[in-house]
């Protein structure tokens, strides 16, 4: 392993064990770079240590001790903080707490903005720098800066406590987790950023290993089953070749739908199963439209939203006919949720267009085209436009 892949394995865990005894995330910070530029000087000289984690942890552990012994404000935790500097030279058999399943509920905790979590969690789990998370969440670099400062300052102001909840208060808070993983596969979804859903993914397998919930592990099918299809797109699941999906991350998505699925039901294994079916198929006509559906409606119960009751539409269309689906998606029209989401105006103009009403068609991919939020989808709206008058 080279010194970047130890970094990145190692630094969420890193700070999540040093927020946890210090309280104090800005601190926690500040020495976790600290011991990652004393690593980038020793480490090409000495070589990787065989546990560099617990390297890591020693030497992050004495530089915050040595700034809070120049800090007489924090004079009275030194004799705690020098316990904790004791256990960082323990035996060589110790290894590192992982302490990062406390990390993700602190970043995704309720008292947050909801548009702050994802980014957080980018910030102090993925290790993103802020340039970056700004990248993902596509917003000028100062702005994603005052959206980390404020939520940082939310968290010491409000004493967000840096704990996984007890298991009464878990129903409650998994779920603000859980969406904040998976904001930030939909953002690299979308933006056909392959590097951020990748990283998505791989947070989303230590959520899962550190917490096995049900859904916890539907998510992780669910990103999974998705972006097995990633080479196939832009092209509509349709027209997508499959030849081209990841068979093996099918696979592995289809045994983790079986898990999530056990002793019961939620929101992402159900949104994983519609798509398990997906992956399954040889070809769209092939497709098990009416198990689709069937998955729909259970979904509707579960988390009912236009963006659910939309695709149910679509899957309506391919089992009952394009009138069928377009009738319910009529119905959605005044849904201020859709009003300017484009993947609505993209499938009733695909279903315009299916019943031969192409004036129409042509009207509601112009109006997607103007409602896209990304080159790519813009690109991909004008082929089908194109496809519809050469």
């Avoid at 530089?63 to 316990?83: G, T, W, Y």
């Avoid at 099918?221 to 349709?238: F, I, K, N, S």
Wanted: glycine fraction near 6%.
């Amino acid at each position: 392993m080279n010194v970047e892949q130890v970094f990145r394995e190692e630094r969420g865990r890193l700070l999540a064990t040093l927020v946890k005894r210090f309280g104090d995330l800005d601190l926690a910070e500040e020495v976790t770079s600290d011991a990652v530029e004393a690593a980038l000087r020793h480490w090409p000289v000495d070589g990787v240590p065989d546990r560099p984690g617990a390297w890591l942890l020693t030497t992050a552990r004495r530089k915050a001790v040595d700034r809070l012994r120049r800090d007489r404000v924090h004079a009275a935790r030194l004799a705690l903080l020098q316990v904790e500097v004791s256990r960082a030279d323990a035996p060589a058999g110790e290894a590192l707490p992982d302490e990062r399943l406390e990390l993700f509920f602190t970043c995704a905790h309720p008292a947050l903005p909801e548009e702050d979590r994802g980014a957080l969690t980018l910030r102090f789990l993925a290790g993103f720098t802020t340039p970056e998370v700004a990248r993902a969440y596509l917003v000028p670099v100062t702005t994603m800066q005052q959206r980390i400062v404020r939520a940082k300052k939310k968290i010491s102001q409000a004493r967000i406590p840096f704990r996984v909840p007890d298991p009464h208060e878990l129903p409650e808070r998994l779920p603000g987790v859980l969406q904040a993983v998976y904001s930030i596969f939909t953002e690299g979804y979308a933006a056909q950023r392959d590097d951020l859903a990748e990283e998505a993914i791989r947070l989303a397998r230590i959520l899962q290993r550190l917490l096995p919930d049900r859904e916890a592990t539907g998510l992780l099918a669910l990103m999974l089953l998705v972006h097995a299809r990633r080479a196939a797109r832009p092209e509509l699941l349709e027209d997508q070749d499959r030849t081209l999906w990841d068979r093996d991350m099918i696979d592995e998505g289809r045994a983790l739908v079986e898990r999530a699925l056990t002793g019961g039901y939620g929101p992402y294994g159900v949104q994983a199963a519609i798509n398990a079916v997906h992956d399954e198929a040889p070809d769209c006509e092939g497709t098990d439209w009416a198990q689709i559906v069937a998955l729909y409606d259970v979904l509707a119960k579960l988390a009912p939203s236009p963006v659910v009751a939309l695709n149910r539409a679509a899957a309506v269309a391919m089992r009952d006919g394009a009138a069928a689906g377009l009738a319910l998606l009529d119905e959605l029209a005044g849904e201020p949720r859709l009003r300017d989401y484009h993947p609505f105006r993209a499938a009733r103009a695909d279903l315009l267009h299916r019943l031969g009403r192409d004036d129409e068609a042509v009207r509601a991919y112009r109006e997607a085209i103007e409602l896209a939020g990304t080159e790519s989808e813009r690109d991909f709206l004008r082929r089908r436009l194109a496809g519809i008058r050469p």
